[in-house]
């Protein structure tokens, strides 16, 4: 879904969900309860904002 642009991060690591997904619901139940990525502890494994940024404004289908 991510690679389709279907989902995306912020850059809190919130998950982003388009409106151009049809069963909403069926996809928040696939997400933890946070709504949020879980992300590596070490800083440099993290995705870097930059291209979740780009990811958002090129991939995501808002």
Not at 43 to 56: E, K, T
Request: with cysteine; proline share 6%.
């Amino acid at each position: 879904m991510f690679d389709r642009g279907l989902i995306s991060l912020s850059d809190e690591m919130e998950v982003l969900i388009s409106r151009q997904v049809n069963d909403v619901e069926s996809v928040w139940g696939l997400v933890n309860k946070t709504r949020r990525a879980a992300v590596p502890t070490k800083p440099a494994q993290r995705p870097h904002p930059g291209y979740l940024a780009w990811h958002r404004e090129r991939c995501f289908k808002r």
